[in-house]
Each structure stands twice: as C-alpha cells, then as structure tokens.
C-alpha cells in the first residue's frame, strides 16, 4: 500500500490530498482565517445556563455562542481553581507540579450547581461550527501528540483498545507510568505500538511543553482568546497517519516545504527524504491528476469501476446512498451473483467518499437486494475492512431485510463540498453556446494587444485542456505561428479547473496582467 500527501497553497488556505495507491481517499481544505478548529482551546465566558439540555453556552468569538454540555466538564473543578490562578498571576506551576486536585463534578448533577452566567471558563473545540450551530465545547483538555494525547488534571494511564497484545500493553503501560507528568493523565495511541522509552518520553514533553506554553498566553489573555492552536490539517494527518508506507510528500510553496520539513523532524527525522518540492509549469493538483479525481469523484453520482453507479443526497439529518447496477456487465450466472458483485463494488467507494466528503452523522445505503443472508453478511465484513483506515468514529449495523445498511461517523466538522456542475460562464446556463466559438478570436485578440501595445515578455496563458490542444495541435501548431509573428514564446498552461471559455494571462512573475 502506497500513501502520498499533497499540499497545494492558494490565496485562501491550503488544498490538502491524501492519495492511497494512486486514488483520492482524502481531500481537505485548509483556509488561511479559519477559525475554531477541532482541538483549538480558547478563553471563553459562559453566557448562559440552560436547566432544561443541562448545558451551558459559551461565547468564544463566534457568531452563534459554542455549546457545552454537563458531560464535558467532569474535570471543571480543577480546571477552574487552576485558571483562576493562573489569570490572577499567583505563584503557580504551569507544568502543575505540585498543584492540588480537586475532586471530580458528580456523574449525575446539574450544570447550574457548577457553572453561573459571565464565569470565564477554558474551553476546547471538539466540534467545529455546522450549518446554523456554533462550535461544540469541552471543559475536559486533551493535548494530542504523535504517540500519546495528555489529559490536564488526571492520574490514569490508558492503552488504545486497538493494542490487543497483552505483553505489549503492559511494557507500554509500564514505560509511560514511568515518565507520566505530575497531575496529568496519559492515553497511549495505536501508533506508540513498539515504540521506545526515547520516543515515548519525548512525545510526552513536547504536549506539556504546548500546554505551558499556552498557560504563558493565558496570563496575559482577554476573553475570547485563542490559547492552544490545534497544528494545521496537514500536519495533523501526518502526526496521525504517518508510517512506513508514506512514499512521497509533495508541496508546492517554500513556505509549506520548511514548515513540513521542520514538523518532519521533529516527528520522524527518517522521513524527510520523502518531501519534495514541486516547481514544474502545471500546477501540482494538475500534475498529478487530482484535481480530475476531484471534479469526477464529488458529483450526485458517482461511477463505479464495471458500470455500476452512486447516488448521493444530503440532507441536514442524514446522508442517502443509493447503490445502482448500471450497464454493469453480465458475466454472472445470476441476480444475485450480479448484485453481490455490485454491492461489493459499492462498499468500496462508498467507505472512500465517507472518508473524502468526510460525511459525518446518520448515512443510509441502499444496497441492491440480496436474498441470501451470507451474501449481506459479506457485505458488511467487506464495509468494516475497508473502514479501518478511517480515523473518525463509526459503527455499522447489520444489512436490513430492506436491504438497508446504517452507518453512524463522527461528525467533527462541516463536510467538504465541491461543486461539480458548472454554470457556462458565457450563456450563464441559458445552453446557448455560440460564443464559446470564438474564445480562440478573443485570446487572440488580447495576446496580439499585450504583445504590441504593452511589450510584455515572459508572459503564459492558463487555459482549459481543449483550447490548450486546440493551439498545440500540428507540427507547426498555432503557438509556434506565434513565434513567428512575434518573436516571443508565449508559454501554455493547461488547467481543467476552470471552464473553457475562461483564460488568463500571467506575467513572467506569474501575476495575471490587466487588459486595457
């Protein structure tokens, strides 16, 4: 299995690819004034106290004040002691040596016998603000690490369930309760499995180094302050997922190529080799295919690779997906040969735009019917297979007698959605196209003007695939005629994201030059 990561910057964040085996399994958009990432910690101040949903709402700087429910703050009483403290400026251990525990919130209380209107409060984000709702809170802080995440105000040592060796569990338990910080609990991640003291220890000290560090801001901070930053979603990938089958990193920005490099180091020094900076003329989703992953693969419908299709609605509640045969090929000896080929089919791609729309909450499949048990049996084993390289939290039920499969993902943040039917900018969806004909008269029009008139050299024009064909075509093809006539190569560009009556020229600095 081959995993590449690629990280496209533009003007309004980073475009993050993840690729497994030469197919898109995750796509993510990084925008540079994002706000109110998961894992993000922040200042906040209770606004009000609702008896009724036993929670409490808290304003951190969004629109639409974030929500924090009872079960989310367990640990509040010496959260709340300790931030006192330390925004009060008194003699205190921001490493919480020493510091004295208070005792937990009871399990089955009521949030307004702890929390009252206009108290300041540390939160952290644990969902990011969906559709109408602000960010979902907690009051129970976790720094995450490559290895390990730290819990603030804890004792407790505890191994990922996904550890199953019983030896191993008990080496590793044992070598973090050697070096676990004072008042601070620890889980161990899958990823620590046959890790060593070194590796162990120093993930450790790097999470209450980020803790202190954000307990400095926190002296100084007004309320509605960021505190902690959650790392960026590429980073977060690759503190996650990186391993031995990693074989490339791409970017295309210096900028993005020293911070990776740096975060590199500090969490796999062995891998750096693997990040490349891109600097070819097309732009790196163009160059290695994605973005023509991206247009087919986020429609209504998707194509299956033998001729079956996907239908995908959304709705606020719930996610629907229906599983067709298409003009799927009849090379088995019947139905339902044919449907269980298809569904097996479709429960592959399904668990790939799961994890690349990164749809969260209820999803309902419609598999094509099946009569036998063991063939919907199949079916979901071959869904939970294909689930495990998910990081979100799933459960999936048994097929139905309707042929109906539910699945429940943890919803953390909005899903990603890429418009993939375009209105023709020139007949603005009217389906009248003649001036999509002379497009080539227009581009040449504008090159003959910025040639003569205002003597620019170096200079490239974006295009869509087909114009861009259009010009190379032939052994001596348009743009050479071009050569010819001006005594300057203008550079071609090809770039299927935008639509075909749309163009750009770029100066030789890359900047697009104003006409006229």
């Not at 590449?4 to 898109?24: M, N, P």
């Not at 479709?346 to 598999?367: P, S, T, W, Y």
């Not at 205002?454 to 869509?464: A, D, R, T, W, Y």
């Amino acid at each position: 299995m081959s995993n590449e990561l690629y990280i496209s910057t533009t003007q309004k964040g980073d475009r993050i690819a993840l690729v497994q085996d030469k197919r898109l399994i995750e796509y993510h958009f990084d925008e540079t004034e994002h706000q109110f990432s998961v894992g993000d910690i922040y200042l906040g101040v209770v606004k009000k106290v609702v008896q009724g949903n036993n929670a409490a709402f808290v304003d951190v700087g969004y629109d639409k004040d974030g929500f924090l429910h009872y079960n989310e703050i367990i640990s509040y009483n010496s959260l709340n002691k300790f931030v006192k403290d330390v925004i009060a400026k008194r003699p205190v251990n921001l490493r919480l040596k020493g510091f004295q525990l208070e005792k937990d919130i009871e399990k089955f209380g009521k949030i307004n016998d702890v929390i009252t209107k206009n108290t300041p409060v540390l939160v952290q984000v644990v969902k990011e603000p969906i559709s109408t709702k602000g960010p979902r809170l907690s009051c129970d802080i976790s720094i995450a690490g490559r290895n390990v995440v730290l819990v603030p105000f804890g004792n407790s040592v505890n191994i990922s369930k996904k550890i199953t060796n019983k030896q191993e569990r008990q080496r590793l338990h044992k070598m973090v309760s050697s070096v676990k910080p004072e008042n601070f609990a620890v889980i161990v991640r899958t990823v620590a499995e046959g890790k060593d003291m070194e590796e162990l220890s120093r993930d450790i000290e790097f999470c209450v180094e980020k803790w202190e560090e954000g307990m400095k801001t926190l002296r100084e901070a007004k309320p509605r302050d960021r505190i902690i930053s959650e790392m960026g979603r590429a980073s977060s990938i690759l503190r996650d997922m990186l391993n031995d089958d990693f074989d490339n990193i791409y970017v295309d920005s210096k900028e993005n190529f020293e911070s990776v490099k740096t975060f590199l180091h500090t969490i796999a020094p062995d891998k750096e080799k693997i990040l490349k900076l891109h600097t070819g003329k097309n732009k790196l989703f163009e160059q290695f295919g994605i973005e023509k992953q991206i247009k087919s693969l986020f429609g209504r419908s998707v194509s299956l690779p033998n001729g079956g299709y996907l239908i995908i609605e959304h709705t606020e509640a719930l996610h629907v997906i229906d599983v067709n045969s298409g003009n799927k090929s009849t090379q088995e000896d019947d139905q339902e040969s044919t449907a269980l080929a298809v569904n097996l089919e479709a429960a592959k791609e399904l668990c790939r735009q799961l994890r690349m729309r990164d749809m969260g909450g209820i999803i309902v499949v419609d598999f094509i019917d099946m009569k036998k048990n063991e063939n919907r049996r199949l079916i979901q084993e071959a869904m939970k297979e294909e689930m495990k390289g998910d990081r979100s939290k799933y459960t999936i039920l048994p097929i139905s007698k309707f042929g109906l499969l539910q699945i429940t993902r943890q919803r953390v943040r909005p899903e990603m959605n890429i418009v993939t039917r375009e209105t023709c900018p020139t007949c603005s969806g009217t389906g009248t196209i003649q001036a999509s004909i002379v497009v080539t008269d227009l581009i040449e029009n504008n090159l003959d003007y910025i040639l003569s008139k205002q003597n620019e050299s170096g200079m490239s024009i974006v295009l869509h695939p087909f114009i861009y064909a259009y010009y190379r075509e032939g052994i001596i093809s348009k743009q050479m005629k071009w050569f010819f006539k001006y005594r300057v190569w203008v550079k071609l560009i090809k770039d299927s994201s935008i639509g075909i009556t749309e163009f750009h020229f770029l100066n030789k600095l890359g900047d697009e030059i104003e006409i006229g």
